[in-house]
């Protein structure tokens, strides 16, 4: 259960409100801050102020398309006009530690709060991270992913040979732990039939 600190709890409950958004990055030698605003008294180490753009963390969600559920995850963008962001990670890199599954720590405070009564509001890895031109779109999922179970045993395997237009078979590698399934009266996609479905990319197809 969350305790926030008398600070935090006594601007939450203001009516005029200016929050205030800080990702805590883990590596192993320093942790790397990134700030909505500028200005934050006690950020304890390495900052990039006023870099942190749209944080947003949701609720659990279940994805049977990819066999799994996700507790909860979350996105955020940095600004990087003048590159601090880009310096910071690849001199990490160079170091021999990339971005991927790093640890994330979200924070929450508001305008005059000194960073002590920010409180902790998600934990989460990063899972991806997209550059633009002046920007990076970061995705994050939930710690707990990787202690959960996967709700589908899906099969994998990888195309023998290309798949072109027209094509009625499809060549794999391997058809191990494919497996067909009975389909009822009532089913729209195939009734009273037995048959499987692949998806490649974003196509997904049946086949008997």
């Given at each position: 259960?969350?305790?926030?600190?008398?600070?935090?709890?006594?601007?939450?409950?203001?009516?005029?409100?200016?929050?205030?958004?800080?990702?805590?990055?883990?590596?192993?030698?320093?942790?790397?801050?990134?700030?909505?605003?500028?200005?934050?008294?006690?950020?304890?180490?390495?900052?990039?102020?006023?870099?942190?753009?749209?944080?947003?963390?949701?609720?659990?969600?279940?994805?049977?398309?990819?066999?799994?559920?996700?507790?909860?995850?979350?996105?955020?963008?940095?600004?990087?006009?003048?590159?601090?962001?880009?310096?910071?990670?690849?001199?990490?890199?160079?170091?021999?530690?990339?971005?991927?599954?790093?640890?994330?720590?979200?924070?929450?405070?508001?305008?005059?709060?000194?960073?002590?009564?920010?409180?902790?509001?998600?934990?989460?890895?990063?899972?991806?991270?997209?550059?633009?031109?002046?920007?990076?779109?970061?995705?994050?999922?939930?710690?707990?992913?990787?202690?959960r179970k996967d709700i589908f045993d899906l099969a994998q395997t990888t195309?023998?040979?290309?798949?072109?237009?027209?094509?009625?078979?499809?060549?794999?590698?391997?058809?191990?732990?494919?497996?067909?399934v009975l389909h009822g009266p009532s089913y729209s996609d195939s009734p009273?039939?037995?048959?499987?479905?692949?998806?490649?990319?974003?196509?997904?197809?049946?086949?008997?």
């Amino acid at each position: 259960m969350r305790v926030d600190s008398a600070a935090f709890a006594q601007a939450n409950l203001s009516d005029s409100k200016s929050p205030r958004s800080v990702v805590k990055i883990e590596f192993s030698a320093a942790s790397l801050y990134l700030t909505s605003h500028a200005g934050i008294s006690g950020i304890p180490s390495t900052e990039i102020a006023g870099c942190l753009q749209e944080p947003s963390i949701s609720s659990q969600k279940l994805n049977p398309d990819q066999g799994r559920s996700e507790i909860c995850s979350a996105s955020f963008v940095v600004t990087d006009l003048d590159r601090p962001f880009t310096v910071s990670i690849r001199m990490l890199w160079a170091a021999g530690e990339g971005l991927r599954d790093k640890l994330c720590r979200f924070y929450l405070g508001y305008e005059g709060m000194a960073w002590a009564d920010f409180m902790l509001i998600g934990t989460q890895r990063i899972s991806a991270v997209a550059p633009s031109r002046g920007s990076y779109s970061v995705d994050c999922m939930d710690i707990q992913r990787a202690a959960r179970k996967d709700i589908f045993d899906l099969a994998q395997t990888t195309l023998a040979q290309s798949v072109a237009v027209g094509d009625t078979t499809i060549n794999v590698s391997s058809t191990v732990g494919f497996t067909r399934v009975l389909h009822g009266p009532s089913y729209s996609d195939s009734p009273s039939s037995t048959v499987g479905y692949i998806r490649i990319k974003d196509e997904k197809i049946r086949y008997t």
